[in-house]
């Protein structure tokens, strides 16, 4: 990997060429004759060429090289250069790497590629095109040491690998992977490069997960068995053969899943028994996005036209058109989570300005409007306490908005460098975001955000004060004592 250096490097390259001159310029006779043969051979050497940027040409440059041998043979190139391959010893596994694009975004550079994202080489798996958090509300047949949270990734193929699902530990306390190269299960999807899961749906539960591809949906089982971690494929005929899948959902309970085709077609199913509850061959022209409602009641969908509907899940039936304008185009679509504000959010593209819309349930009529972000959104995401909203570009910056207040709380710059945010998901326990893009694969960023109470420290605080109290009121009630004997 070639490390560019700058700034300093640059200034320090310049003085040591002035008294490289400055030194070239005393006579002989001050010199003794050791230096002096040194000299002659230091000019005799020919001086060492550093590629450039673009990798075609090189420069040479003879006080470089003398400053090269008095550091150690390690140039410092000037701003224009480029130093070769050194290994760096603050160059630092990107498993390790904590994220706060907000406070250190990318300033033109293409991101880092960690393990996860694949490069496509012999030998290596695909790039990760869909990711999903996976969270275990049990503990039945678990194994020991084994973190609740993990990360689906969905893979493309490669010329030596097929696509692929795979199944990793999330480290809570270093906000990363356990481990990027070494999945706790792996699950080849197909042998086509059609099988590429295109999008990843987890049930509540954490037992299962439904990917779709170019030909359909397949489902998964999450299981702990032989000392080992297991994804082991279901037979799932109704959804085998729908064809490709633009979203997919499982309500909060976990009782409903439902699909959105690029057909335009809606299908919802009873979980897990697969038995139809609505199939709609028309329901759009093609989807774009799709959620369901905190109560599972009901969802909204979104067309790549612009339009909008909301159905009753119960009855299987279109409820509702949300209205807009002609020159309004309603795009991505999500129910509010606090269970308190029955809410659902919006974004509203009128010409070039782009709008985030609070719309009422209970009626169904917009009470807002707020512009976070100036450039087009390809995506939206809400965290499960329903506090925190994500909206991801199309150049590859995400945002993630305080609902309470209505404000920006964090900023990434250039997670997906020029590419479209494909994909954003708010991870179930922590303030971290799991983002992907069809050109970078998928990245973890931790957000810049206020840390929040936990329930134990709230009740830490409570019983200080209580022991607190207790103890002032032993004190007073002791002086009191004193000073009424006589």
């Not at 190269?181 to 899961?197: K, Q, S, Y």
Request: with cysteine.
């Amino acid at each position: 990997m070639r490390l560019s250096r700058e700034g300093s490097d640059g200034a320090t390259c310049q003085a040591d060429a002035c008294a490289a001159g400055r030194f070239a310029q005393c006579t002989n006779r001050q010199l003794a004759p050791s230096h002096r043969m040194q000299m002659q051979a230091r000019r005799a050497q020919p001086a060492r060429a550093y590629p450039l940027d673009a990798g075609g040409d090189s420069v040479a440059h003879s006080a470089l090289a003398s400053n090269a041998s008095r550091r150690g043979g390690r140039p410092p190139p000037s701003s224009r250069l480029q130093s070769p391959p050194y290994k760096e010893a603050s160059a630092k596994p990107s498993r390790q790497r904590k994220q706060s694009r907000a406070a250190e975004p990318h300033q033109g550079h293409r991101p880092p590629v960690s393990p996860m994202a694949g490069n496509g080489g012999e030998g290596a798996v695909g790039k990760v095109a869909c990711a999903a958090w996976i969270r275990r509300r049990d503990d039945d047949g678990w194994p020991p040491g084994v973190s609740r949270l993990l990360v689906a990734f969905g893979r493309g193929a490669t010329t030596s690998s097929p696509p692929l699902v795979d199944v990793l530990e999330f480290d809570a306390k270093a906000s990363a992977l356990a481990s990027e190269t070494e999945p706790l299960a792996r699950v080849t999807v197909g042998e086509e490069a059609a099988d590429t899961p295109r999008a990843i749906a987890v049930h509540p539960g954490g037992r299962e997960l439904v990917c779709t591809t170019a030909k359909g949906c397949r489902v998964f089982n999450l299981v702990y068995k032989d000392f080992g971690i297991h994804l082991i494929s279901r037979d799932a005929s109704p959804l085998q053969s729908v064809g490709p899948q633009k979203c997919l959902a499982f309500s909060t309970d976990g009782a409903k899943f439902a699909v959105g085709g690029e057909d335009g077609r809606l299908r919802i199913f009873h979980w897990p028994s697969l038995n139809v509850i609505l199939d709609e061959p028309k329901a759009h022209k093609s989807f774009r996005d799709m959620d369901i409602s905190l109560d599972s009641k009901f969802l909204v969908s979104s067309s790549i036209d612009g339009s909008a509907r909301i159905w009753n899940i119960d009855e299987g039936a279109p409820l509702i058109n949300l209205t807009r304008s002609s020159d309004e185009k309603i795009e991505y679509c999500r129910f509010s989570r606090d269970g308190a504000k029955p809410f659902l959010f919006c974004t509203l593209v009128k010409g070039r300005d782009v709008w985030t819309m609070a719309v009422d349930i209970s009626n169904w009529k917009r009470i807002g409007y707020k512009r976070i972000s100036t450039k087009p959104i390809s995506t939206l995401a809400i965290s499960l306490d329903g506090k925190y909203l994500a909206l991801g570009n199309r150049d590859g910056d995400f945002c993630a908005m305080e609902i309470k207040k209505m404000e920006v709380a964090h900023w990434s710059k250039k997670v997906h460098l020029g590419f479209p945010v494909s994909s954003i998901e708010f991870c179930p326990t922590e303030r971290v975001v799991i983002s992907t893009s069809h050109q970078w694969g998928a990245e973890i960023t931790k957000l810049d955000v206020p840390p929040e109470w936990k329930v134990w420290q709230i009740w830490v605080v409570l019983l200080s004060l209580f022991v607190s109290s207790a103890v002032l009121f032993y004190v007073f009630f002791k002086h009191a004592r004193l000073n009424l004997r006589p």
